[in-house]
């Protein structure tokens, strides 16, 4: 069973950062990898981890926190690791070169879904109603958001969606196992191990398919120092540390709110137009997640009072 957590504001802080920040990040891939930019996707992302995580493990360093996992930490990292950097973000990286990022987007929401049907399967329970809605009203609300795209002729074709499926699927994975196998170490810790390992696999990658070596733009380089300070370093970390004070159920939101945040940073600072697809679909996405929200609450609420019952008993 996973263990039971309360809503915090410390959390929801965290949550936040990930709301914002990652609702950037499909912008910044496109711009690092597209055509003429430099970069070959798994260098891209492979020195994106690599030096993020050294530079807090750096900070760990500095900071005197325990560096040293031991063997079931070691183990949880590298499978972490794996399954959140080259099956998740991998993959996207690897599909954007041929598919718009709106139509990534939409295939990344159905996060919340794999991870509510991980943990049903896990905990040997189903999950309620109100949750079960909610996630589909969310991921409602995302494909009306990209109604105007699928309707445009968006560049995508099979393998690359699939692709992108499949990362939503390893990113899931990665992410229920963080939750149910947490490790000894602090988060900042933690989050470095996860990129270095995951950097390792994605060098190693990049030489098996013998990739150039990067020659980046001044764009390019701009796009990956975004995602290396802001992308790995802040949000990965605020990621890891809402899985540790926050019900999964709830920090999966972010692949609903995500798509939202792109919108409206696109309205804000490129004045691209909001139409009544945006506001419909926005909408979908906050009843969804205030949805979710509703379910954690209960649960909360639930063991509270399960609790004062237990110790009026003791008493």
Same mark, same amino acid.
């Given at each position: 069973?996973?263990? @039971?957590?309360?809503?915090?504001? $410390?959390?929801?802080?965290?949550?936040?950062?990930? *709301?914002?920040?990652?609702?950037?990040? *499909?912008?910044?891939?496109? =711009?690092?990898?597209?055509?003429?930019?430099?970069?070959?996707?798994?260098?891209?992302?492979?020195?994106?981890?690599?030096?993020?995580? %050294?530079?807090?493990?750096?900070?760990?360093?500095?900071?005197?926190?325990?560096?040293?996992?031991? @063997?079931?930490? &070691?183990? =949880?990292?590298?499978?972490?690791?794996?399954?959140?950097?080259?099956?998740?973000?991998?993959?996207?990286?690897? $599909?954007?070169?041929?598919?718009?990022?709106?139509?990534?987007?939409?295939?990344? $929401?159905?996060?919340?879904?794999?991870?509510?049907?991980?943990?049903?399967?896990?905990?040997?329970?189903? /999950?309620?109603?109100?949750? &079960?809605?909610?996630?589909?009203?969310?991921?409602?609300?995302?494909?009306?958001?990209?109604?105007?795209?699928?309707?445009?002729?968006? !560049?995508?074709? &099979?393998?690359?969606?699939?692709?992108?499926?499949?990362?939503?699927?390893?990113?899931?994975?990665?992410?229920?196992?963080? %939750?149910?196998?947490?490790?000894?170490?602090?988060?900042?810790?933690?989050?470095?191990?996860?990129?270095?390992?995951?950097?390792?696999?994605?060098?190693?990658?990049?030489?098996?398919?013998?990739? /150039?070596? /990067?020659?980046?733009? %001044?764009?390019?380089?701009?796009?990956?120092?975004?995602?290396?300070?802001?992308?790995?370093?802040?949000?990965?970390?605020?990621? =890891?540390? $809402?899985?540790?004070?926050?019900?999964?159920?709830?920090?999966? %939101? *972010?692949? *609903?709110?995500? /798509?939202?945040?792109? =919108?409206?940073?696109?309205?804000?600072?490129?004045?691209?137009?909001?139409?009544?697809?945006?506001?419909?679909?926005?909408?979908?996405?906050? &009843?969804?997640?205030?949805?979710?929200? !509703?379910?954690?609450?209960? @649960?909360?609420?639930?063991?509270?009072?399960?609790?004062?019952?237990? @110790?009026?008993?003791?008493?």
């Amino acid at each position: 069973m996973e263990e @039971k957590k309360k809503i915090t504001p $410390a959390g929801l802080i965290n949550l936040l950062i990930v *709301y914002f920040v990652w609702g950037s990040t *499909y912008l910044a891939i496109r =711009v690092g990898i597209r055509s003429g930019s430099g970069f070959q996707p798994f260098w891209f992302g492979g020195l994106r981890v690599l030096v993020a995580g %050294t530079i807090l493990l750096l900070l760990g360093v500095i900071r005197g926190k325990d560096i040293r996992p031991n @063997k079931k930490d &070691i183990k =949880v990292l590298i499978a972490s690791g794996f399954l959140l950097w080259i099956g998740g973000n991998g993959l996207v990286v690897l $599909a954007e070169q041929r598919i718009d990022s709106g139509i990534a987007a939409l295939v990344v $929401a159905s996060t919340p879904i794999w991870v509510a049907l991980f943990e049903s399967i896990l905990d040997k329970r189903m /999950p309620s109603l109100l949750l &079960i809605g909610s996630l589909i009203v969310g991921f409602g609300g995302i494909i009306v958001l990209s109604l105007p795209l699928l309707t445009s002729g968006v !560049r995508a074709d &099979i393998l690359s969606i699939l692709a992108v499926m499949l990362a939503s699927f390893s990113w899931s994975s990665g992410l229920v196992l963080q %939750t149910r196998q947490p490790v000894s170490l602090s988060r900042g810790v933690s989050s470095a191990y996860q990129q270095l390992f995951g950097g390792v696999f994605f060098a190693l990658i990049a030489l098996l398919a013998r990739e /150039p070596l /990067p020659t980046p733009t %001044t764009e390019a380089w701009l796009a990956w120092g975004y995602l290396v300070i802001f992308g790995s370093i802040f949000a990965f970390t605020a990621f =890891v540390s $809402a899985l540790q004070q926050l019900p999964t159920s709830l920090v999966t %939101t *972010y692949a *609903y709110v995500n /798509p939202v945040i792109a =919108v409206l940073l696109g309205w804000l600072i490129l004045r691209e137009p909001i139409t009544p697809w945006t506001i419909i679909g926005g909408l979908f996405v906050l &009843i969804g997640v205030t949805g979710i929200f !509703r379910v954690n609450n209960k @649960k909360a609420h639930q063991e509270l009072g399960s609790n004062v019952e237990q @110790k009026q008993g003791e008493e």
